[in-house]
């Protein structure tokens, strides 16, 4: 099991950039694929970029393809996302997860973050 905390997201207008941190508990963290997810209020949960636990394959959302970008820094155990020119749609609560598997699938991450907050505005 790994424990995962999110931290980075805030207010931010349209076409500007954040960065999001996600911190891993645990000693085989490099063993794991790391995803982020969103969920926008009244919308389901989504996912938005996956990365391999070797940082060697990535997968993105078609939405966000182009302007985001998920690494990973094994030794410190953490994931990070870069979002850049941001969009008012992009407002969600942005979780991390934690699998086994190379996968866009929800229902595939063992371990959730809580969440941390996004907003765009115009």
């Known amino acids: 099991q790994v424990q995962l905390v999110e931290s980075g997201g805030g207010l931010v207008q349209a076409g500007g950039s954040l960065r999001l941190s996600c911190a891993a508990s645990?000693?085989?963290?490099?063993?794991?694929?790391m995803g982020w997810f969103r969920q926008a209020p009244g919308k389901e949960r989504e996912f938005v970029a996956a990365?391999?636990?070797?940082?060697?394959?990535?997968y993105y959302a078609d939405s966000v393809k182009g302007r985001f970008t998920i690494t990973r820094d094994n030794a410190k155990n953490t994931v990070y996302l870069q979002m850049n020119s941001l969009k008012l749609e992009d407002t969600a609560l942005y979780y991390c997860a934690a699998g086994r598997l190379m996968t866009r699938a929800t229902n595939l991450y063992t371990d959730w973050g809580q969440g941390t907050q996004v907003t765009v505005s115009s």
């Open positions: 990365l391999s636990g070797s940082g060697g394959m990535r």
């Open positions: 645990g000693r085989t963290f490099s063993s794991y694929t």
